[in-house]
């Protein structure tokens, strides 16, 4: 929930293949390990949703959409943006997501509003309104109210609520566009005091073309949001961009006694480990095989541990070595957040399922082997559990 006297929020914007090769490469081959990483460092980080766009070329965008939302499910509770242009993808995402989402989206163009808004009535979902028509993106804040402002009609007229309009008023590359800034900022205080309607930006189009950009940007986001941003898509990894979220909360007085701020300086400033899991792929990820497959458990990573057991196994483990050293911690440890509240059930599900594909391979190599008889164990369920 955001919008009206709320705090701004931040909408994460990493599950993009957009300049990432190795994302696409993984959408394209139907994998969804990045996505998922992607779904829980965003949620770690402080993003309050998640933009889902799997836009690659060449794809079957419609699967790709439903495996891509349904990996965000099982790894994050934050509320899904489904970013697509394509009207059976977002009927994809809409059928397979969990709770109510935001499509992103829709503009003043009528083939947009055409396709695009039966759906989302249907389903029950919110609708990002671009403010830009069939003759494309008005260079004044004026012109981009007057697009909001028809847009609003025809959701009205749609048989929605106003509420589900969040408009977008379109930031510009200032470098080709001295005014565009202070035209986008105008446009949000015109929408947010004339129509009362919830605004939202991707901040980062703001910088194209110019050095530093993350400096341009932070800065473009604190003016945003005293213009009365309620929703940033920023990445929510970048340590820039979240201080200045974070701080323009407190100068703002969005933020009761500082508390949030507050909170994620003592975050950042603990020494503290075991804060969070650890990923199974990226720059951080675990150099020994004994850590890459206990985090591999903890973060579900059933499309590469069938893998990892082979490597382990090459490396001269035994079944039980791997068993007893690297898959049954990893389980402990999801065991141990989960009872925290760290993780949930979806979470803990995908982890089981990644040790059943793990234990399914190393029966194969003990397959005829006997070991010590230390008795007989005993196990009991309640019926039908």
């Known amino acids: ?31 969804t390990t990045g996505i998922r990483n992607e779904a829980r460092l965003q949620e770690t980080a402080g993003a309050h949703a998640l933009d889902i766009n799997v836009g690659v070329p060449g794809i079957d965008e419609v699967a790709s959409m439903r495996r891509a939302v349904f990996a965000v499910n099982e790894n994050s509770v934050l509320p899904a943006v489904i970013d697509s242009s394509n009207p059976e993808a977002v009927l994809a995402g809409l059928r397979a997501v969990d709770g109510r989402p935001l499509v992103n989206s829709i503009s003043g163009e009528e083939k947009k509003l055409e396709t695009i808004l039966p759906l989302a009535r249907e389903y029950g979902a919110a609708v990002l309104g671009l403010a830009l028509d069939d003759d494309g993106i008005p260079d004044t804040a004026e012109g981009r109210f007057a697009v909001v402002e028809r847009m609003l009609n025809r959701v009205i007229k749609a ?37 009362c309607l919830s605004t939202v930006l991707g901040v980062s189009n703001i910088s194209f073309g110019l050095p530093a950009r993350e400096v341009i940007n932070a800065n473009f986001l604190t003016m945003a949001i005293e213009a009365g ?12 961009m979240m201080d200045a979220y974070h701080a323009s909360l407190v100068l703002l007085n ?32 675990p150099a020994g095989i004994g850590e890459r497959l206990k985090s591999a458990i903890i973060n579900g990573d059933e499309e590469n541990i069938t893998a990892l057991v082979e490597e382990a196994l090459k490396e001269g483990w035994e079944p039980l070595k791997i068993s007893n050293e690297a898959l049954v911690p990893g389980l402990e440890e ?22 059943k594909k793990a234990f399914a391979r190393l029966k194969v190599e003990m397959k005829g082997k006997k070991g010590k008889t230390r008795g007989k164990v005993l196990l009991a369920t309640v019926e039908g559990d």
Do not use: W
């Open 159 to 195: 048989g929605m609520r106003k509420e589900d309009l969040v408009v977008d008023c379109l930031a510009m590359t200032v470098s080709a566009a001295p005014r565009s800034a202070m035209e986008t900022l105008n446009a949000i205080g015109m929408v947010k005091e004339r129509l």
């Open 334 to 355: 999801v065991g141990r957040l989960f009872a925290s509240n760290r993780y949930y059930l979806p979470q803990v599900m995908l982890s089981a399922e990644t040790m």
């Open 229 to 240: 941003l309620d929703a940033a898509i920023i990445n929510p990894n970048n340590k820039a």
């Open 1 to 31: 929930m955001f919008g009206g006297t709320l705090p701004a929020i931040v909408i994460g914007e990493r599950i993009n293949p957009t300049g990432r090769k190795a994302f696409a490469a993984e959408i394209k081959e139907g994998k």
């Open 254 to 285: 969005r933020d009761l006694r500082a508390e949030r701020y507050i909170k994620r300086h003592q975050a950042l400033t603990e020494a503290a480990p075991a804060s969070a899991p650890k990923e199974a792929s990226g720059s951080c990820a």
